[in-house]
């Protein structure tokens, strides 16, 4: 991918959607994903939801011309399992650009065009970001806005990383730089996988762009992200930039050693 820059047609497109009890979005959400992106496949990783999610969205398929594959788990395994999971499968089977986002409506379909454009030409990741100029979260209160920006700026802060939005889940990676992450290595969950993978791309070399969104809150059913989960992924980053600052370390100390002997 890169160059002149292909249209959206042109790029394989894998769109990946955990799912946990979003029967009352599922019809919606692959509406407007098909609306928005005809030619691209989805995949629904459903761990185990007792409301018959993975059902419906296999009902959806089969009604509106396929399109659509369900990988059913057997329980709650985690946000990040499941991107895992789902950046398995797309990589096995040939995609070029994967997508990463909600179903719950939070992040709205519109916006996939311009995330995969950035990919196809060159982005290795781009990420729909809230805190770049047009990007929006409207109805946030405004404790849970500076949870966020304030989560953000720290992650950039010690990890070194130059984005403004690492925490979104809205995101589209090409497919060569996934293949060069050890996917098994990436143990976090909600907020902080998606610092970590953002990371990931960074230390390797890799092209992020950030495109605005606007950030709705969920409309129906129930949010499964707290502040408990934003500590946490914080606490990572922390690990994280200490961890690597000492095998950095570590590794001029060799270098220095190799040297004067």
């Known amino acids: 991918m890169g160059g002149c820059g292909p249209t959206v047609g042109e790029v394989r497109t894998l769109v990946i959607l955990p799912t946990y009890n979003e029967a009352e979005n599922i019809f919606e959400v692959l509406e407007r994903i098909r609306a928005a992106v005809p030619a691209a496949e989805v995949l629904v990783v459903d761990d185990g939801s007792p409301d018959g999610t993975a059902d419906l969205a296999e009902s ?6 396929g399109q659509l594959t ?4 057997a329980g709650k395994s985690g946000l990040g399992s499941a ?6 499968y797309g990589l096995t089977n040939g995609f070029e ?3 990463e986002m909600d179903s719950d409506l939070q992040h709205d379909p519109a916006a996939l065009p311009e995330l995969i454009a950035a990919v196809s030409n060159g982005a290795d990741l781009a990420i729909g970001s809230r805190y770049v100029p047009g990007g929006s979260i409207p109805n946030w209160p405004k404790h849970r806005e500076w949870l966020s920006r304030g989560g953000n700026r720290y992650a950039g802060f010690v990890l070194g990383l130059q984005v403004r939005d690492a925490t979104a889940g809205f995101r589209c990676y090409a497919a060569p730089i996934l ?3 050890d996917l098994g290595s990436v143990t976090a969950d909600g907020y902080g996988f998606q610092i970590e993978m953002a990371y990931n791309v960074a230390l390797r070399g890799g092209r992020i762009v950030e ?4 950030f709705s809150d969920r409309q129906r059913g129930t949010s499964k992200m707290s502040s408990r989960i934003v500590f946490e992924a914080l606490g990572l980053v922390t690990w994280w930039a200490l961890r690597d ?9 060799a270098l220095s ?5």
């Open 70 to 73: 369900v990988l059913r788990r």
């Open 245 to 253: 600052r000492l095998l950095r370390r570590g590794h001029r100390n």
């Open 179 to 181: 293949s060069r992450i």
């Open 97 to 99: 650009a994967l997508i």
């Open 60 to 65: 959806w398929a089969a009604d509106n011309g």
């Open 211 to 214: 495109v605005p969104i606007r």
């Open 257 to 261: 050693a190799t040297a004067s002997s």
């Open 83 to 88: 991107y895992r999971a789902g950046f398995a």
